[in-house]
């Protein structure tokens, strides 16, 4: 390990084996109009919603339909950052005008990813739980400003970042002063090609056995594919994630961003019911938004 002074949540030796398989986990909890859900105790976080918000009817119809299949936290994009300059960017700043709206009628928190530290302000009073996406693991200038928040960070891992990387990225929230970080595997870049990504689950066990940050798999952007999204969220689950975080589309063709990898109603609510029995037989629950705990 790089650093010198161990950073929170770190094991202070990171040679030796644990002497069990899993640290036991700071928990962080996401509140919202007086209910919460908590990350890192024995209920999985099932997160699900749109990659992009694309208006307020499609986050209505979409973020509804998902919290009577089982989702506990809606996520939805609304500053994107796309590869290719020309593809749609997310509808921006205008989306907070409605967000706040259809939140209360989905009745959900909302998890959304934040991509410039002039962002925060706006989105403080909308937004649950910032997401920082994986190609801003490294925007320290950022994540430092998320440490002087109080809300939960939902923070990816880069496409091609060390597990060191992303855990020394994390502390720049955590020693900022706001301790409240959630870490997801997204997939890393390999030399394979039949998937966007892979899927790192060696490095959720392994994040699991060494740190006690709550730990989220993406199968959405871990595979690109969505005929793959179901099976890798049990996986992610089985390797210990303490939530999964998948992009439902009512249309998934039609999705304005990562169409490929979305899924549609009914596949969602295979996901929820699969992931359920594999908790199940982990002694685990799926976690569930708690009254009064906010
Ligand atoms: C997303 O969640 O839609 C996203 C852009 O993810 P990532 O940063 O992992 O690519
Ligand atoms: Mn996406």
């Given at each position: 390990?790089?650093?010198?002074?161990?950073?929170?949540?770190?094991?202070?030796?990171?040679?030796?084996?644990?002497?069990?398989?899993?640290?036991?986990?700071?928990?962080?909890?996401?509140?919202?109009?007086?209910?919460?859900?908590e990350?890192?105790?024995?209920?999985?976080?099932?997160?699900?919603?749109?990659?992009?918000?694309?208006?307020?009817?499609?986050?209505l119809?979409?973020?509804?339909?998902?919290?009577?299949?089982?989702?506990?936290?809606?996520?939805?994009?609304?500053?994107?950052?796309?590869?290719?300059?020309?593809?749609?960017?997310?509808?921006?700043e205008?989306?907070?005008?409605?967000?706040?709206?259809?939140k209360?009628?989905?009745?959900?928190?909302?998890?959304?990813?934040?991509?410039?530290?002039?962002?925060?302000?706006?989105?403080?009073?909308?937004?649950?739980?910032?997401?920082?996406?994986s190609?801003?693991?490294?925007?320290?200038?950022?994540?430092?400003?998320?440490?002087?928040?109080?809300?939960?960070?939902?923070?990816k891992?880069?496409?091609?970042?060390?597990?060191?990387?992303?855990?020394?990225?994390?502390?720049?929230?955590?020693?900022?002063?706001?301790d409240?970080?959630?870490?997801?595997?997204?997939?890393i870049?390999?030399?394979?090609?039949?998937?966007?990504?892979?899927?790192?689950?060696?490095?959720?066990?392994?994040?699991?056995?060494?740190?006690?940050?709550?730990?989220?798999?993406?199968?959405?952007?871990?595979?690109?594919?969505?005929?793959?999204?179901?099976?890798?969220?049990?996986?992610?689950?089985?390797?210990?994630?303490?939530?999964?975080?998948?992009?439902?589309?009512?249309?998934?063709?039609?999705?304005?961003?990562?169409?490929?990898?979305?899924?549609?109603?009914?596949?969602?609510?295979?996901?929820?019911?699969?992931?359920?029995?594999?908790?199940?037989?982990?002694?685990?629950?799926?976690?569930?938004?708690?009254?009064?705990?906010?």
């Amino acid at each position: 390990m790089s650093t010198t002074t161990p950073p929170l949540h770190r094991q202070t030796s990171q040679t030796s084996a644990p002497t069990t398989s899993q640290k036991t986990a700071h928990r962080v909890r996401v509140e919202f109009a007086g209910q919460s859900v908590e990350f890192g105790g024995p209920g999985v976080v099932v997160i699900a919603g749109p990659c992009s918000i694309e208006s307020e009817s499609h986050l209505l119809n979409t973020g509804r339909e998902i919290a009577s299949l089982g989702a506990v936290l809606l996520r939805g994009g609304v500053f994107k950052m796309r590869t290719n300059a020309a593809s749609f960017q997310g509808i921006g700043e205008p989306a907070f005008e409605f967000l706040p709206r259809a939140k209360s009628a989905i009745g959900l928190p909302l998890v959304c990813e934040v991509t410039d530290p002039r962002q925060i302000e706006m989105m403080l009073a909308t937004v649950d739980m910032f997401q920082v996406g994986s190609r801003n693991m490294y925007n320290y200038e950022l994540l430092k400003e998320l440490g002087r928040t109080d809300k939960p960070v939902l923070l990816k891992r880069a496409f091609a970042a060390t597990v060191d990387e992303w855990v020394n990225a994390a502390d720049y929230v955590v020693r900022g002063g706001n301790d409240r970080v959630v870490l997801c595997e997204r997939g890393i870049r390999t030399f394979e090609t039949t998937t966007r990504n892979t899927l790192d689950l060696n490095a959720v066990a392994w994040l699991k056995a060494h740190t006690s940050f709550p730990v989220v798999v993406d199968p959405s952007h871990g595979t690109g594919r969505r005929e793959l999204v179901i099976p890798m969220a049990l996986a992610g689950i089985a390797a210990g994630a303490d939530g999964i975080i998948c992009e439902v589309h009512p249309v998934p063709d039609q999705a304005l961003s990562d169409s490929a990898q979305a899924i549609d109603f009914k596949m969602f609510e295979e996901l929820v019911r699969k992931s359920r029995a594999v908790a199940a037989s982990l002694d685990r629950t799926l976690a569930v938004l708690e009254k009064g705990r906010a």
